[in-house]
């Protein structure tokens, strides 16, 4: 397992079980809401349909993913908390592209 320079595991601390809710819960809730994704050298752009309660979405997913994969980062835009979200901003190490895809993949889309 190789680490970053702060010391994360590029790894998620997540079991199967874990993993699985965690799915059921993304395709749920924010998935459904996916319009497009926008690769990044290193990281991936989902962008949603904006929505008063996505903000709120968002934050319990991102609260939740940085629990299990601390070497990622997650920025939701527009950063105004009064606006609605539309926008969540998933970056990480070159290491970390496999679970970048993944978050590129949600709702079965493909990146644009």
Same mark, same amino acid.
Do not use: W, Y
């Given at each position: ?24 819960? !993304? ?34 997913? !991102? ?26 901003? !998933? ?22």
């Amino acid at each position: 397992m190789e680490r970053l320079d702060a010391g994360q595991p590029v790894a998620c601390s997540l079991n199967d079980r874990e993993f699985r809710e965690r799915r059921s819960l !993304v395709r749920e809730t924010i998935a459904p809401r996916l319009v497009g994704t926008d690769r990044l050298e290193h990281g991936v752009i989902l962008r949603f349909e904006p929505a008063a309660d996505l903000r709120s979405m968002l934050r319990r997913f !991102v609260d939740l993913e940085r629990q299990c994969c601390g070497f990622l980062s997650f920025t939701i835009l527009p950063e105004e908390p009064e606006l609605p979200a539309d926008r969540l901003v !998933v970056t990480g190490p070159e290491e970390a592209s496999a679970t970048l895809d993944m978050f590129a993949k949600l709702g079965g889309r493909d990146a644009d």
